[in-house]
């Protein structure tokens, strides 16, 4: 079967689950061949699925990038499927997950063109350490950190994005830093392995690293937010940190091109291959 993984003609950084990725699909008889989602002149047609693995620029032109996610999946079978990762796109989400309630990091949704005030928005949240970062981003793209006497600055970064896009201001948890941020993955409904990452700001590499199973209560977490949509996932990995009770609250559900750290869970990888379909 010829899969094509999704990506963008100019990767940002390298991604560490391409090659045993590809080397797992062809040892399995497939024939994986990459397609940039946004090079105009890559072949739709002679595909039997598409995998979406490092679209990392789609943040750019996200309305764009759906609708080329729209006409690839006319053609052949679409991993995750386009209304799920049209849900996905926005972080708004977070406010849906809280609304069902399943625990999240707390959050304020600035919506472009509803004339929100920021500097009022963050002294009615009372926080003093926050995140100020675009609805639609990856890779910490304009994610920025602001404490204490700096929340004015927060406040004037959050108008600038506002000026052109949704915003998201969400409070700094301490326990992002340490322990650090716990990554759970899901492949084809079935929990796989965890790994613990360090903050990660506008300019920064990402750290990661191999980390013990989840505890009960983070498995619960992460099971209630992706429930409704549990059983149409190939792929998913939901993002934890520890509140200041300690509890695991979520920080975000990456549905669309999340890495699956492949080389710290190739049990992962293998169960990933081994649902895909032979033909």
């Known amino acids: 079967m010829r899969i094509a993984l999704v990506t963008c003609r100019d990767l940002p950084e390298p991604d560490p689950d391409d090659a045993p990725l590809r080397a797992a699909l062809a040892a399995r008889g497939h024939e994986p061949v990459s397609v940039a989602w946004d090079d105009p002149s890559a072949p739709l047609d002679g595909v039997d699925l598409f995998l979406l693995r490092s679209a990392w620029n789609y943040y750019l032109e996200p309305q764009a990038f759906l609708a080329w996610v729209e006409r690839a999946a006319e053609r052949a079978r679409f991993h995750n499927p386009p209304d799920v990762l049209r849900w996905n796109v926005h972080k708004g989400y977070l406010e849906e997950l809280e609304q069902r309630g399943v625990p999240v990091v707390p959050t304020r949704v600035l919506r472009r063109g ?108 992460a099971e209630r937010a992706l429930a409704p949509l549990a059983d149409r996932l190939l792929y998913a990995r939901v993002d934890l940190m520890p509140g200041p009770d300690g509890a695991p609250r979520v920080s975000e559900v990456e549905l669309m091109e999340p ?21």
């Not at 994005?161 to 899901?186: I, K, N, S, T, Y």
């Not at 190739?266 to 379909?277: E, I, K, Q, T």
């Open 114 to 221: 509803q004339d929100p005030d920021p500097a009022a928005e963050l002294a009615a949240a009372g926080w003093d350490d926050v995140v100020v970062k675009p609805c639609v981003s990856a890779a910490s793209w304009r994610t920025r950190r602001f404490r204490g006497d700096d929340l004015s600055d927060a406040a004037a970064f959050a108008a600038e994005l506002l000026a052109e896009r949704d915003v998201l201001v969400q409070r700094f948890e301490p326990g992002a830093e340490d322990p650090g941020e716990r990554c759970l993955v899901w492949i084809d409904g079935e929990f796989t392995h965890a790994i613990r990452k360090r903050p990660r700001l506008e300019g920064q590499d990402e750290s990661v690293a191999a980390d013990a199973p989840p505890s009960g209560a983070e498995l619960s977490v």
């Open 259 to 279: 890495s699956l750290f492949f080389p710290q869970g190739p049990h992962a990888l293998d169960r990933l291959v081994a649902a895909l379909p032979t033909a």
